[in-house]
């Protein structure tokens, strides 16, 4: 039962433009999210973070935006750089245990 | 910054051996998690401490166990090794808040377990 879904396995988008990774959730008690950058080998990289009483958090080029009636949320990059090519996970937990629930991963790619 | 320590990087075992990961968490941070991360899949929480307590669990199996030490870095313990257990072991510490909200976990470089 996969409660975080990255639906979209790989996204190829034209360096300068705008990358959208979308995740969707089925468990109503996550009240935190976070997305991540991996590259292969190497361990997840923080990005940027949402709690579930806000719908917009903004850092630098990276939005992370939350509909929590849709049960959906989405990472906006802008501008999009080659070196934004990356896996990015997408991960939900609650307050009261922490443990992250992960999606599958997006596979970005930037073409210069 | 400091950032989360694993060691080895690197682990190439025998089945039915013992292996032992290591975790040394940010300065400061009092919770760990270990996620196991098979070929091609999303890491899987197995195991959390907070504050050298045992937080959680997953879907750990019976012949892992894991503890927290005194120093706040923990340990791994893997025995009878099958070869389903390769995979890359990730350690995440993260500090508690205690204001609401959601702690943010930061991950070590892995640990990449070759079961032969």
């Known amino acids: 039962d996969q409660q975080v879904k990255q639906n979209s396995p790989s996204l190829s988008v034209q360096e300068g433009r705008i990358s959208i990774l979308n995740c969707d959730y089925t468990?109503?008690?996550?009240?935190?999210f976070l997305w991540y950058k991996k590259y292969p080998a190497e361990g997840p990289t923080f990005l940027i973070s949402?709690?579930?009483?806000?719908d917009k958090n903004e850092d630098g080029r990276f939005t992370v935006f939350l509909n929590k009636s849709a049960k959906h949320l989405s990472l906006h990059i802008v501008p999009s750089q080659p070196g934004d090519s990356a896996v990015y996970f997408c991960?939900?937990?609650?307050?009261?245990?922490?443990?992250?629930?992960f999606g599958q991963g997006t596979t970005l790619q930037v073409k210069p | 910054a400091a950032g989360v320590i694993q060691s080895p990087r690197h682990l190439i075992k025998e089945k039915r051996e013992t292996a032992t990961l290591k975790c040394y968490p940010i300065?400061?941070?009092?919770?760990v998690y270990w996620y196991q991360q098979g070929p091609g899949q999303d890491p899987q929480f197995l195991i959390s401490?907070?504050?050298?307590?045992?937080?959680d669990k997953g879907s750990i199996p019976d012949r892992f166990s894991a503890q927290q030490f005194s120093d706040y870095h923990s340990e791994l313990n893997m025995s009878s090794l099958e070869l389903g257990d390769s995979a890359l072991y990730f350690c995440?510490?993260?500090?508690?808040?205690?204001?609401?909200?959601?702690?943010?976990?930061?991950f070590g470089p892995g640990t990449r377990l070759l079961v032969l």
């Open positions: 991960a939900a937990s609650t307050s009261n245990t922490g443990k992250l629930i």
């Open positions: 401490f907070y504050e050298k307590m045992q937080s």
């Open positions: 949402i709690s579930s009483i806000k």
């Open positions: 300065p400061r941070h009092d919770t």
């Open positions: 995440a510490s993260s500090s508690i808040t205690r204001t609401g909200g959601g702690e943010t976990q930061y």
């Open positions: 468990n109503s008690m996550f009240d935190y």
